[in-house]
């Protein structure tokens, strides 16, 4: 199963634009609730995830976790609160306020935000966005 995020267009009469400059302030992002996915929001700040590349911000509650997944278009993000925890080839790598990560190739991985406080991301999608669940193997009968 594919989500593809159609509802999510930016709210372009909420931007402050000028020229080739676009400000919003904190106050003024759009948080909306990702549909069937309890405990993860999303404010586009540019572009439209359904039809291509885009700016946008994601926060997922405190204990929020996915099971192994993968987006189709390169992706990047910057923690901006809490600590967002991805398993990639099976190693935990916690990621704290501040730090950086880039999957290409539709790159494997979990994801966790750590409970006691929210995780927000600063998101820079090449594409569409989805989330394309891994089917994981059953694990092996004992004899």
């Known amino acids: ?5 159609a509802t999510f267009a930016p709210h372009a009469a909420d931007m402050k ?13 759009k948080w909306s609730d990702v549909p069937n996915f309890p405990g993860v929001k999303m404010a586009v700040l540019d572009g439209d995830p359904a039809k291509g ?7 997922f509650a405190g204990g ?3 099971p192994l997944h993968h987006h189709s278009s390169d992706h990047s ?13 099976g190693k935990e790598n916690r990621l704290p ?9 539709k790159g ?16 820079d999608v090449r594409g569409k966005w989805d989330v394309v669940p891994e089917k994981t193997e059953p694990a092996a009968k004992k004899k």
Do not use: Q, R, W
């Open 64 to 66: 929020f976790a996915a």
């Open 17 to 29: 634009k000028s020229g080739n400059t676009m400000l919003v302030p904190a106050s003024d992002v």
């Open 53 to 59: 590349a885009h700016h946008s911000m994601l926060k």
């Open 97 to 105: 306020a501040g730090s950086y990560f880039s999957f290409k190739g």
């Open 108 to 123: 494997k991985h979990m994801t966790k935000c750590e409970a006691g406080t929210d995780c927000i991301l600063s998101m």
């Open 77 to 89: 993000g910057t923690v901006v609160a809490g600590t967002l925890v991805l398993t990639v080839d």
């Open 1 to 5: 199963m594919t989500l593809v995020l």
